[in-house]
């Protein structure tokens, strides 16, 4: 039986959480995008719904949720998680409020614990502020992101911003106090009417501690807190279930298709990385703005490769070329561009390729969109957060779905050749 479902903001978000999951030794499946009524359920401990909501507006993000909510009760699921990025990628208009909110009333949940800190990836919560490394949230990288900058790194007061409901904090020192205590905190918070509280967590032994109790809450945050929980749950299971076996486990052979979209530092030197290592080919949109002439010139250029090696075929950019990329194709170039890495994938798919690996959150929503993958087995990660994963219908596919910041330098020759 099924005993926890995650609900994920976005795709490589939810494989995050599905690795962490499977670390704490739990067979997981993940889900991709807001389940058809008709969906079945593979047998495992956990389910990831990863859903792309995370730039959605709250209406729509909300509408997500509920619709996921109802098709996970059908299934006898009454225990859930909400998964969202560990710098709470979010704006003051943000969807992270609203979809606790809706959470909270759909689950009865008293209150929700926020917890985006996973010191794995050194992201760490302290008096409510959130860090990067040393750094403040807000004096890091992110402060800058197109989407979403992040610039004010109290937590508290970002989602006071999103939600009419009170926000609330659990310090480290009350976590620090054991689990009594740290209940004893929530509760009496919880008694002044605070419905959202954001936990402080500098290291893993602070996630265990938070991530025991809360039977009448609702726990929220990073892969951090999930992994915590996972391991409190693996601990529970009848002696016969201790072990999660070769659930998942990644094709044994056959040439690699690396896929890389994302223009994030760590995903550049990976690809400088792979391209000293095996074929690879840019699609310019400086150069050739017609995307239907990128897909014909990527096809062609794979369809001349050794398909028992591994290849990479990227748009990957850095701020110039993007720049130029953007004034001959247009304001929708990264989208279009998406769209192009996956018809690349599903033409691959088509002709046999059965082992795919992707850099970037978005580029692996549009992949698996385009291949109509549903349902996947995760398997073993071949970096932290970062899973195999098989697909559960038909002749199986591999896929391996990275965010932009996971993974060394060699994390795209490594991962393609093994």
């Known amino acids: 039986m099924t005993r926890i479902a995650v609900i994920a903001d976005d795709y490589t978000g939810g494989t995050d959480a599905a690795a962490a999951l499977r670390r704490s030794g739990l067979r997981v499946v993940m889900l991709f995008g807001a389940p058809n009524p008709d969906s079945t359920l593979q047998e495992c401990d956990a389910v990831v719904v990863g859903i792309k909501f995370r730039s959605a507006n709250p209406a729509d993000a ?21 998964k969202y990025c560990s710098t709470f990628d979010s704006t003051p208009q943000g969807n992270i409020g609203p979809v606790l909110d809706t959470l909270g009333t759909l689950t009865s949940a008293r209150y929700t614990i926020v917890c985006p800190a996973t010191p794995l990836h050194q992201r760490t919560t302290y008096l409510g502020y959130l860090f990067v490394g040393d750094r403040l949230l807000s004096e ?13 790194a109290n937590l508290v007061r970002w989602l006071s911003m999103q939600t009419e409901s009170t926000v609330g904090s659990l310090p480290l020192n009350a976590v620090r106090a054991g689990n009594e205590a740290a209940m004893d905190h929530v509760k ?36 951090g807190l999930i992994e915590a929980l996972g391991r409190t749950m693996a601990a529970a299971r009848p002696p016969e279930r201790q072990t999660n ?8 052979s056959g040439g690699t298709l690396v896929l890389a979209g994302s223009c994030s530092e760590a995903t550049l030197e990976q690809v400088r990385r792979a391209q000293l290592t095996m074929p690879a080919l840019r699609l310019d949109p400086g150069e050739t703005s017609d995307s239907d002439a990128l897909i014909a010139t990527a096809v062609a ?103 932009g910041n996971f993974g060394g330098a060699d994390f795209l020759v490594e991962t393609a050749s093994s």
């Open 62 to 82: 909300c509408a997500c949720v509920e619709q996921t909510v109802g098709w996970l009760r059908g299934h006898g699921i009454t225990r859930y998680y909400y």
């Open 140 to 152: 890091s990288p992110l402060r800058n992101h197109p989407l979403t900058p992040m610039t004010d």
């Open 188 to 223: 009496s918070l919880v008694e002044q009417g605070v419905r959202h509280i954001v936990a402080d967590a500098t290291v893993e032994a602070d996630l265990d501690t938070i991530a025991v109790g809360h039977d009448d809450g609702l726990l929220s945050g990073g892969a």
């Open 245 to 252: 076996g070769d659930f998942g486990a990644p094709a044994a």
């Open 301 to 403: 250029w794979d369809e001349a490769q050794d398909q028992s090696r591994p290849r990479l075929i990227y748009t990957s950019a850095d701020a110039e070329q993007r720049r130029r990329g953007a004034l001959a194709m247009g304001a929708d170039t990264p989208q279009i561009l998406e769209k192009v890495l996956a018809r690349v994938a599903a033409s691959a798919v088509e002709r046999g390729a059965r082992r795919i690996v992707v850099a970037g959150g978005e580029t692996s929503g549009a992949v698996v969109t385009e291949l109509g993958v549903q349902q996947v087995l995760v398997g073993e990660e071949a970096a932290p957060g970062v899973p195999w994963c098989t697909t559960v219908c038909g002749d199986p596919i591999t896929l391996l779905l990275k965010s």
